[in-house]
Structures are given as C-alpha cells and as structure tokens.
C-alpha cells in the first residue's frame, strides 16, 4: 500500500507541474508580467524584464520587452513586432512623459529625422496621461499598423503609423543613447 500511496502522490505532483510550467510568467520587484502577448496577429514573448532606478537609489518603474515568437532579441529595433510594459512605483504627471520623450528622442535620431517625425511626436506627447503607483503603460509596435499607447490597458489614441516612428519611440528605452543603460541591457535579456 505504501507504495501506492507513493505513486499516486508523486503522479498529483507531477501533474501539477505539469499544468504550472505553460503558466509561467515574468516577476521582477513584485510585479508580474505574463510570459507572453497576444498584438495583433502576433504573439509576442517575453525577452527581459528590468528595473528602471531614477539617480541610482530610487525604483521608478518596472517593465518587460516582448518581442514576436522566433524573433533575435537583437533584432528588436528593426521594423519587427514589439511591446513595452512598464509599470509605475510612484506618480508622474503627463507633461513630464512628453517632455522625456522629446529629450531622449533627440538623442537617438540625428535633427534631420526629428523634424520629420515632429507632428507624430506631438501626437504622442499629447495622449500621455498621469499615472499613479500601479499604473501600467504599454508601448505596441506591428508593422504596417503602427505604433499605439494603452494605459492600463486601454488604448490612448489611435496607433501612430511608420517604423521610423517607432524606431525613434523604442529608442528611448533601447537605442545607442537609451535613457538608462542598465534597464536596457536588463530588457535585452543581459542581466
């Protein structure tokens, strides 16, 4: 009997492995990130997730990069399906996003490139709301369609199109002249 009784516990407890391994999902500081995405007609897995420190002690934020299923993560400022998630540990007003992004943006592309992508900057800027702690912004590029914003989950304008456009946007994070080298190499999968 005891050897039964062995038996059946182990099969329980394999079983239950079994049915958690393909629920896997990404924790960093607390906060979870599901292991992958559905954009589109794309399912997009997670690569790297990191933690964002603002003046080296201060945890800003958290976020996952998800890039399409077969996809190099190197290959992920190429005109290929991406995603950025980050979520927030303190309050930020909108207007500070904007003017992040215009700083950073500035530094990836030469001036040429950013008086082109001005207006669809701008568009950007504007759909930026505040967060509090908890929010959770998402940044979606599918080529062909465009690059949205979600907040929470919930799109923010409509996706604003161009790989050039996204390329700029995603250069924030992961460009040559990312705002924090760190986070970018955490998001890369090089932690």
Do not use: C
């Not at 299923?69 to 996003?97: Q, S, W």
């Not at 979600?150 to 995603?170: D, H, K, M, Q, V």
């Amino acid at each position: 009997m005891p050897t039964r009784k062995l038996l059946t516990t182990s099969a329980i407890i394999l079983t239950i492995l079994f049915l958690t391994a393909g629920a896997q999902s990404a924790e960093i500081e607390g906060v979870v990130f599901e292991d992958s995405v559905q954009a589109g007609n794309e399912r997009l897995t997670v690569r790297g997730t990191g933690l964002y420190r603002y003046l080296k002690f201060i945890k800003a934020y958290v976020g996952a990069l998800y890039v399409a299923e077969g996809e190099p993560t190197e290959n992920v400022m190429a005109d290929v399906a991406k995603r950025l998630e980050l979520e927030y540990f303190h309050a930020i007003e909108g207007e500070d996003f904007g003017s992040a992004t215009n700083k950073v943006v500035g530094k990836n592309v030469d001036g040429q490139t950013l008086e082109k992508l001005r207006p669809r900057i701008d568009e950007q800027n504007a759909l930026y709301r505040s967060v509090q702690p908890g929010d959770r912004y998402a940044l979606t590029y599918l080529p062909g369609r465009g690059t949205q914003l979600t907040l929470n989950g919930e799109p923010l304008g409509r996706p604003i199109p161009g790989a050039e456009f996204a390329f700029a946007i995603f250069a924030m994070w992961l460009g040559e002249n990312p705002m924090n080298t760190s986070f970018k190499q955490q998001l890369m999968g090089a932690q």
